[in-house]
């Protein structure tokens, strides 16, 4: 994964889950959060973080958060690059040896998993979680807990009581 149109920006606030003001060659700008997690010990006043220019002029905004620097680390902000990560380590051969189908987005009973896999007679549902949270060195998962969670994890034991594989990958971003 890469990013172009990426510049370095200091975070101001947060005043909802999706926008953030940010201090841009010291304009206020505002930003398109793409993680909406609580992400307080990360969205600090001050911090340095990192935006990217979009290319799309019908948007409301013109920036999306991508990272974060918290101390010597930088994380990444972007809540869609763990599923697209997984995905394309997927193809590269890892987890499963020859694959015939990967389809994100697929339902299952009453949930939504991130991505289905079929490999000969393998068939797998696989949930993918991306993680911000650090303390003391130590990632953390979850950072806020949800009975939507809960509810996934649940439906992912359902499915392999039915016989799928069921998979929890849970991507470090930092």
């Known amino acids: 994964m890469r990013y172009d149109r990426i510049y370095k920006a200091k975070f101001i606030e947060r005043p909802n889950r999706f926008i953030a003001y940010a201090e841009l060659n010291g304009k206020k700008e505002t930003v398109h959060v793409k993680n909406t997690g609580r992400c307080a010990e990360l969205l600090r006043p001050g911090a340095d973080i990192y935006i990217q220019e979009s290319d799309n002029p ?9 990272a974060v620097k918290k101390g010597s680390r930088m994380i990444n902000m972007d809540s869609q690059i763990p599923n697209k990560v997984v995905k394309e380590w997927i193809e590269q ?10 389809r994100p987005e697929t339902v299952y009973k009453n949930s939504r998993f991130d991505l289905y ?5 393998r068939k797998a549902f696989i949930e993918v979680k991306g993680v911000t949270l650090e303390e003391n060195n130590i990632v953390r998962f979850p950072d806020a807990p949800t009975e939507r969670g809960i509810k996934h994890l649940c439906e992912l034991m359902h499915a392999a009581a039915d016989g799928y594989e069921a998979y929890l990958l849970l991507v470090i971003q930092m």
């Open 93 to 102: 051969g890892n987890l499963f040896g020859n694959v015939t189908l990967i």
């Open 117 to 121: 896999v079929e490999s000969g007679k």
């Open 58 to 66: 019908s948007r409301k905004t013109r920036w999306d958060l991508i």
